[in-house]
C-alpha cells in the first residue's frame, strides 16, 4: 500500500486509542473521586500529568488552576489549543480517516464521521453540562462500534496492521503512563483501617480505568500496588495490559514485515517485550516501579520513530530491491 | 381537472412559468405524454412522505460526508450539496439523440485537438482564426508535435446541456480538463433507489452505477497494447481540495489507489508509486490537478502538488495523463462558437445537438451588437467558471451593466456574449412547496479505445427562485436524472 496511507492507518488507530483512554479515565475518576477525599490536587490534575500536559497548562492557566477541577476537565475534553483533548482528537481521528477513505470500508468512516458530527453538536455540550457521565458513555460507545466495525469489516490485509499496531503500541504507552502517575502519588503504609481501605479503592479505581477490575478479581481479592501494578505489566491474556499490547505489536509487525519489504532490522518491540518477559515484579519494585516505566514509555516513542523512518518514509534506495516487480 | 385533483396530489397547485419548457409539465394540466406513466407514479405520493425522504436524504448525506468545501467562507466549512427528491426524466428517444450528439461533439474535439498540436489544418484552411488558438491561455505551445497513446486528448468530458424554451437540448459549454460532479451522480442514484425502489422499479430507468468500472476499463485500455496489466490511479490534490470526496469516491469504485503528487515520483522517464512494498510502475493518472500544477519541473515551479519529472514520463510515452494536457483550447469559450465547424470539418457531418449562438466582444461587428442589447444577454468571461465573473443582462441593475461595458471596452477579447436562454425547470421543493426552478443538465463522456455516455448525468438546479445559476457554489443543487430504458 501507499506509504504515506500507511502512515495514516497508523496514526488512526493512535488517536481512537488516545480518545478511548481519555473518556473512560474521564468517566472512571469522576465517580471515584466522590468515595473519597483525596486532596484536591490528586483530584484531577495527575491526569494532566498523563497526559504530558502539565507544562502547557501551567503555562496558560497558572499554577492556582491547578485545583481548578471544572476547568481542567474542560481543558481535558473541549480545549482546542490542547493537542491531545477530546475534541481535537477526535478530528485528528476524523481527518485521518477521511484522507484513507479509499482503503477503510465506508462503514467504518460513517462511524468515526457520526461521532465527530455529534461532538461538534449543541446536544453533545448540553449532554456535558447535565450529565457528564452519559456524555463520556456515547463516546465510549461510539468507539465500541467503530472497533466493532474495524475487526468485522477488514480484511486483515496491510492497512490492518498498521491500524493495529498503531492502536497496540498507543495502548501500552496509556497504560504505562496512567499507572506511573498514579502509582507516584499513594503512599504505601497501612496504619489504619481507613487508610486500608482507601489504598484498595484506590487500586480498584486505576484497574476500572482499563475495564480490568472485573478481570483482577478473578485472580486476586488483594488489591494493593505490587499485584496491580503485576497484572497491568504482565497479565498477557488481559487486553490492556503491556506485555499483551507488546506482543500483538509484535505480531502485527512481524505480518508487515514479511508482506513489505522492509528489512529484519527492525526488532526492537521483540527486544522490549523480551525485556519484560524476563522479568518479574519483585525486581521491578526493587529498581523502582517509576524507573521501569519510564523506560518503556521512551521505549514505545522510539519504536514509532522507526516504524516512520522504515515503513512512511522509504528512500529511493529501494527501487534497487523491488521484489521482482515490473521496473 | 380530474386528473389533476387525485394523481397530482404532490404537485398540486404547481404553476409552470409562461413561455418556459418545464421538465414534468406539458401544459398546467398534462405530464409529458412520453413521461407521463413515471410522472403518475411519482406525484401520487403524500407531502408528509415526500418531506421525509427528503429528511432521509440529507440525514445519509451528511453523515456519509458527501461534501464539498467552500472556501469563500473563511472556515472552509462542509457543505451538502443540496439534493432535490424530484428527478429530471428524459425518454429513451429523446436520449438517443443526445447520446450520438455528444459522441460526435466529443470526437470533433479530440481531433481538433489533434489537429492543433500537430498540423493545424483547420487554421490553415482558416476555419478558426488562428489568433484565437495563439492568444487562448488554453493552448500550450510547449506541447506542440505531441499526441497522447491512442490519439486521446478528451478521456473524460462534462458538456453542459440547457433545454430551451422550444424543447431542444443545446450544448451550453463543454469542460474537457477536470469536470466534476459524477460522484453526486451516483450518490444522489443510491439514495434514490432506497427511498423509492418501488417507483424505481417500475419506472425502468438505464443503470449508472458501471460508471467507474466503464471509466478504468476505457483508461487501462490506452496502455493495453503496451503493458499486460495496466496500472490506474488517481491522482489528487489532497484532501483540502473542494472535490476530495469524489476523488475519493473514484478511486474506490474503480479499484484503484488515490495518491498524491508525493507518492509518485519518476526514475528513467518512468513513473513509479510509493509503497511499503517498494517502487510500484504507475501507466495511467486519471489526474484531477489542472495543468499549471502537475510538474514544477514544467509548468509552475512553485506547485507542492505534483510530481517532478511527470511530463518527461509523459511526453516519452511512459504514461498517460486522463485528460491530456493541453485541453484548454479545446474548451476554450472563445472557441466554442466554432465547434460546429469542426463537425464539419473533421467528421463531413452536421451537428447532432445544436449549440448556443455566441458572439465574440473581439469581433467589431458583434461587439457593436452587444453593447447596444446588454440587457438581453449573457456576458461571460473567456476563461471563467464556476459561475463567476458573468452578468445576466436581464436581471442586472445599471450600474453592473455600466460596470461590465467599461470591463469588455478595457479587454474585449476577455469576453463572449450569449443570448440568454430561458432554461427550463423542473419541479422543485423549497422547503414548504413545490416550484419551478431552472436547471440545466451535465452528461459524462468517457473514452478510451471506445466511448461510452454515461445514461443521464448531473441536473442541476438553481434554487433560489428565479436564478439561472446552478452551481453549487453559489445557490445550486442537484437532482437525479432518469433517462427511461
Known sequence: MISRSAEHCFWLCRHLERINHIARFMSVNSSYILDTNLDIRDQWFPFIIVLGEEKRFLKVHGDLNSVNNELIQNYITWDKNNPVSIIHTVRSARENARIIRDIISSDLWEAINTLWLWLISNRSYNLYVKDQMAFYRIILSNISTIYGILYSSMSEDEAYHFMKLGMMLERANQTARIVDVKSHRISFYEISRRENVIETLYWLNLLKIFSAHEAFLKKSTTFNRKLVAQFLIFENNYPHTIAYCLDNACESLQKLKEITCVTNELNNVEVLLNQISESNIETILKQGLNTFLTSVINGIARICEDIESKFFDPELLFITQSKGHRL | ?485
Request: net charge neutral.
Open chain 2, 1 to 485: 381537472m380530474g386528473i389533476f385533483a387525485q394523481s397530482q396530489q404532490l404537485l398540486h397547485g404547481y404553476h409552470p412559468l409562461q413561455g418556459v419548457y418545464d421538465e414534468v409539465f406539458a401544459d398546467t394540466e398534462h405530464f409529458h405524454p412520453n413521461i407521463e406513466s413515471v410522472c403518475k407514479m411519482l406525484t401520487r405520493m403524500s407531502h408528509n412522505k415526500f418531506k421525509n425522504c427528503q429528511k432521509i436524504a440529507n440525514t445519509n448525506f451528511r453523515r456519509s460526508g458527501v461534501t464539498f468545501t467552500v472556501y469563500s467562507d473563511s472556515e472552509g466549512t462542509e457543505k451538502i450539496f443540496p439534493f432535490d427528491l424530484i428527478p429530471r426524466i428524459i425518454h429513451n428517444q429523446d436520449w438517443q439523440k443526445i447520446d450520438l450528439g455528444l459522441k460526435q461533439r466529443i470526437n470533433a474535439l479530440n481531433m481538433f485537438l489533434q489537429d492543433i498540436y500537430t498540423d493545424q489544418r483547420i487554421l490553415k484552411e482558416k476555419l478558426i482564426p488562428e489568433i484565437l488558438v495563439k492568444k487562448s491561455p488554453g493552448y500550450l505551445s510547449c506541447l506542440q508535435g505531441f499526441v497522447p497513446n491512442n490519439g486521446v486528448f478528451i478521456n473524460i468530458a462534462g458538456v453542459d446541456l440547457v433545454h430551451d424554451q422550444n424543447g431542444e437540448y443545446l450544448v451550453l459549454e463543454d469542460n474537457l480538463r477536470t469536470p466534476s460532479g459524477v460522484s453526486y451522480v451516483l450518490e444522489n442514484r443510491f439514495i434514490m433507489k432506497r427511498l423509492f425502489p418501488d417507483i424505481y422499479s417500475k419506472a425502468h430507468v438505464k443503470p449508472v452505477d458501471e460508471y467507474p468500472i466503464q471509466l478504468k476499463n476505457q483508461l487501462a485500455s490506452l496502455m493495453i497494447d503496451k503493458v499486460d496489466d495496466p496500472r490506474v490511479v488517481v491522482l489528487t490534490p489532497g484532501s483540502y481540495n473542494s472535490a476530495y470526496f469524489e476523488h475519493c469516491f473514484l478511486a474506490k469504485c474503480m479499484g484503484c489507489e488515490l495518491v498524491k503528487g508525493q507518492d509518485l515520483f519518476v526514475n528513467n522517464d518512468k513513473v513509479y508509486l510509493k509503497t511499503t512494498q517498494g517502487p510500484q510502475r504507475v501507466d495511467v493518472i486519471y489526474r484531477r490537478i489542472d495543468d499549471d500544477f502537475l510538474d514544477p519541473d514544467f509548468f509552475r515551479k512553485d506547485s507542492m502538488l505534483g510530481v517532478r519529472g511527470l511530463m518527461k514520463a509523459y511526453l516519452s510515452g511512459h504514461v498517460i495523463l486522463a485528460n491530456a494536457t493541453g485541453n484548454g483550447i479545446a474548451d476554450d469559450k472563445a472557441i466554442y462558437p466554432y465547434v460546429p465547424k469542426m463537425i464539419n470539418f473533421y467528421l463531413n457531418e452536421e451537428p447532432i445537438i445544436k449549440q448556443i449562438k455566441t458572439y465574440h466582444c473581439a469581433d467589431k461587428q458583434d461587439l457593436a451588437y452587444i453593447l447596444s442589447n446588454m440587457e438581453n444577454l449573457v456576458i461571460k468571461e473567456s476563461s471563467g467558471s464556476g459561475g463567476y465573473g458573468m452578468l445576466v443582462g436581464s436581471m442586472a441593475t445599471k450600474e453592473e451593466i455600466s460596470r461590465f461595458k467599461a470591463l469588455i471596452q478595457q479587454c474585449p477579447e476577455k469576453y463572449i456574449a450569449q443570448p440568454i436562454i430561458e432554461l427550463s425547470t423542473c419541479p422543485t421543493f423549497d422547503g414548504t412547496r413545490f416550484g419551478p426552478r431552472r436547471v440545466d443538465l451535465r452528461p459524462f463522456i468517457v473514452s478510451g479505445k471506445q466511448q461510452w455516455v454515461l445514461p443521464g448525468g448531473l441536473t442541476r438546479v438553481a434554487l433560489n427562485e428565479g436564478s439561472y445559476i446552478v452551481n453549487s457554489s453559489q445557490g445550486g443543487g442537484s437532482k437525479d436524472t432518469w433517462v427511461l430504458d
